[in-house]
T-cell receptor, first 114, second 111 residues
Framework: KAGVTQTPRYLIKTRGQQVTLSCSPI?????VSWYQQTPGQGLQFLFE???????NKGNFPGRFSGRQFSNSRSEMNVSTLELGDSALYLC?????????????FGPGTRLTVT | ELKVEQNPLFLSMQEGKNYTIYCNYS?????LYWYRQDPGKSLESLFV?????AVKQEGRLMASLDTKARLSTLHITAAVHDLSATYFC???????????FGTGTRLTIIP
């Protein structure tokens, strides 16, 4: 079974630009979560999508948004980029079946804002 | 709000020694996860602990969960260089299925 894939793997953007990151979950998984990882703040939850609906949201400004498509693929968008948005963005998928709720992480997209 | 604390933040240990990483959390949960992260890489799932008293072992790593004390431990036995990595614990928030991560423990094994 193929794992979680994320594209692109690396990205360099300028302040004020916007960016879209993509995540393809493990086949059959309907839940996709996004996390931001920075040296200062650690791993922080951004949001979770399930069956094309945002089910949970973390404490990030509205510049961070996402969506999920009918095939469970998810995109995350960050508008008006700031230097502080430089981070590793991780996506995780889960089958949301049973009680284990184990999340499987993709390789991440490393975003650098200059 | 759920808070998860790990200690120590940094751990440098000699090969062959034993040590324990601690993970405390602030509210009730019986879903605790341990992940490993190598530099520049993603998170690799190590253990899923689902109930009070759960103990799981894989190789030189053993994880346990005490839900009453809101404490999980990751014990390393006879450390080897390959175990050098950052280890995270994460606790599941019931109701919103959100994982809250600890700060991570950067483990360095010295020959």
């Amino acid at each position: 079974k193929a794992g979680v894939t994320q594209t692109p793997r690396y990205l360099i953007k300028t302040r004020g630009q916007q960016v879209t990151l993509s995540c393809s979950p493990i086949s059959g998984h309907r839940s996709v979560s996004w996390y931001q990882q920075t040296p200062g703040q650690g791993l922080q939850f951004l949001f979770e999508y399930f069956s094309e609906t945002q089910r949970n949201k973390g404490n990030f400004p509205g510049r961070f948004s996402g969506r999920q498509f009918s095939n469970s693929r998810s995109e995350m968008n960050v508008s008006t980029l700031e230097l502080g948005d430089s981070a590793l963005y991780l996506c995780a998928s889960s089958s949301d079946l049973g009680t284990i709720y184990e999340q499987y992480f993709g390789p991440g997209t490393r975003l650098t804002v200059t | 709000e759920l808070k998860v604390e790990q200690n120590p933040l940094f751990l440098s240990m000699q090969e062959g020694k034993n040590y324990t990483i601690y993970c405390n959390y602030s509210t009730t949960s019986d879903r605790l996860y341990w992940y490993r992260q190598d530099p520049g890489k993603s998170l690799e799932s190590l253990f899923v602990l689902l109930s009070n008293g759960a103990v799981k072992q894989e190789g030189r790593l053993m994880a346990s969960l005490d839900t009453k004390a809101r404490l999980s431990t990751l014990h390393i036995t006879a450390a080897v260089h390959d175990l050098s990595a950052t280890y995270f614990c994460a606790v599941l928030n019931f109701g919103n299925e959100k994982l809250t991560f600890g700060t991570g423990t950067r483990l360095t094994i010295i020959p």
